[in-house]
Nanobody
């Protein structure tokens, strides 16, 4: 069994910062790409940022220069540092990871439970 456990969401004023964390736990052999998605009410779930096992990153245009994704492979953890937050960043943020379980030949995508980020004055 594999689980992704997220933390770090909350309420913040415009211009503020938050740091999200997501740790993968369970019978893990290797982790490929990890990433963060978000879903606002009535909208589809969109990619915010991703990072490969080699450390290559990709960002949505709307967060470039404000958000930074990083990972600690020793801890199976991915982070999302969010600065200069805007009301339009309000959404549920989901962690995603492509993981190969111990004893498996193939990898699969796993999702966290989601953490609410609200940017409001």
């Amino acid at each position: 069994q594999v689980q992704l456990v997220e933390s770090g969401g909350g309420l913040v004023q415009p211009g503020g910062s938050l740091r999200l964390s997501c740790t993968a736990a369970g019978s893990i052999s290797s982790i490929n790409a990890m990433g963060w998605y978000r879903q606002a009410p009535g909208k589809q779930r969109d990619l915010v940022a991703s990072i490969t096992s080699a450390g290559n990153t990709n960002y949505a245009d709307s967060v470039k220069g404000r958000f930074t994704i990083s990972r600690d492979s020793a801890k199976n953890t991915v982070y999302l540092q969010m600065n200069s937050l805007k009301p339009e960043d309000t959404a549920v943020y989901y962690c995603n990871a492509n993981i190969r379980r111990v004893g498996s030949l193939y990898s699969a995508n796993y999702w966290g439970q989601g953490t609410q980020v609200t940017v409001s004055s």
